[in-house]
């Protein structure tokens, strides 16, 4: 795995979740733009084989204030709710509670393409 400057323990550690979880090694990572809440994704790029890549949520061990705005919600409910009623949501990879890493999630990567196949 490629170790850059970026010296965030939390984005090691989905690194080497993501090395354990797909069983191959990472190729290279980037960090995808950041939409408006504290939450942060990065593509994570891995050598031959299937996935080619993941997205990697990185939820922050401290949410920042919010002035006043509520919290963003949790998406795992969400999640659950949008796959029950049968609508496509991207694939999770691992177990975050269950690898210890309460504030990383692994997704399958839609890249630029939709959910609708």
Known sequence: MKVSRY????IHKALALAEQ?????VDRWEAVAAGLGA?????IHFR?????????RLDP??????NGLPPEPP??????RLE??????PRRWG??????????????????HGMDG
Do not use: C, M, N
């Open 7 to 10: 010296e965030d323990p939390l």
């Open 21 to 25: 979880v797909v069983g191959r090694p």
């Open 39 to 43: 939450r942060r994704f990065f593509r």
């Open 48 to 56: 031959g084989g299937s996935p080619a890549s993941l997205i990697a």
């Open 61 to 66: 061990a401290d949410p920042p204030a919010t």
């Open 75 to 80: 998406l795992e409910p969400i999640h659950a």
């Open 84 to 89: 029950a009623a049968g609508l496509p949501v």
């Open 95 to 112: 177990d975050k509670e269950g690898e210890g890493q309460s504030h990383i999630e692994l997704l399958e990567d839609l890249g630029l």
